[in-house]
């Protein structure tokens, strides 16, 4: 586990109930537990203050860091889209946006990123498609200043949306991903029985592999999707044991913030 992802991960799952701020020693406690250096910790830290994430305050002379304003809209999208259910059901029309970056290398590399993590494929020429507009799409692309119309609509009634589906995405790629992870959660239950800090670091690291989904599944609708998709299944067994962890990892995280304000 990376440590920028272990103090993104700290923030947007825990820190978020507890004011968004925890004392520096409690951060690299907390990172420690799955095994994230100290000097990695505070690398980490630092480029996310460069970058506006996270910002350094002191409280009851305590030096620590809380996140930004931007963060913490950020986090908070995501970690409602981490413990999601089931997606809204789909209207049948798909948002296409159509992006121009120039020819500017990095900015094109920036977009991509972006658009991936809203759910957006990529069609070529610039465009790209969602089965559901991003209400993070305006705020997302903005600060990257490109060029981009959008239109929401239906295809052709002639045209088949799970052929679309699957030229977009890599589809057997993703259902192979899905299985993976269910593959690798019998460890997980074992620590769901284990004391508060085993299941602290069980949970991290099960929300950790679950979030990277984020990255590459746009949680296509069952309409345009292969018969018995594994999405699902592995989303509701995340869901099952993210919240049988959760009362001991929420105890771990609040006897190391009361030790470090002690």
Do not use: C, K, N
């Amino acid at each position: 586990m990376q440590a920028r992802s272990a103090v993104v991960d700290l923030f947007g799952d825990h820190l978020r109930r507890r004011g968004w701020w925890a004392p520096v020693s409690a951060i690299l406690t907390l990172t420690g537990t799955v095994e994230v250096g100290a000097p990695a910790t505070r690398t980490a830290i630092s480029r996310l203050a460069a970058q506006g994430w996270l910002e350094p305050r002191t409280d009851t002379g305590l030096r620590g860091y809380a996140a930004s304003a931007r963060a913490r809209d950020r986090w908070h999208r995501a970690h409602d889209r981490i413990y999601a259910g089931s997606p809204a059901p789909w209207d049948g029309r798909w948002h296409m946006v159509h992006v121009d970056s120039g020819g500017d290398r990095r900015r094109r590399e920036q977009v991509a990123a972006t658009l991936t993590y809203l759910g957006y494929g990529r069609l070529g020429g610039g465009g790209w498609v969602s089965p559901r507009p991003s209400p993070e799409l305006a705020d997302s692309l903005g600060p990257l200043e490109v060029g981009w119309v959008a239109v929401h609509g239906a295809l052709d009634p002639a045209q088949d949306g799970s052929v679309l589906a699957s030229r977009v995405w890599d589809l057997e790629e993703l259902a192979a991903a899905h299985r993976r992870f269910e593959a690798g959660l019998p460890g997980v239950e074992e620590a769901a029985r284990t004391g508060p800090e085993q299941s602290y670091r069980a949970r991290t690291l099960l929300v950790h592999e679950w979030r990277r989904f984020l990255f590459r599944d746009p949680e296509l609708p069952p309409q345009v999707l292969p018969p018995d998709w594994p999405g699902q299944r592995a989303r509701a067994r995340f869901l099952e044991l993210a919240r049988a962890l959760a009362p001991a990892a929420d105890h771990y995280v609040d006897d190391v913030l009361a030790s470090a304000t002690r």
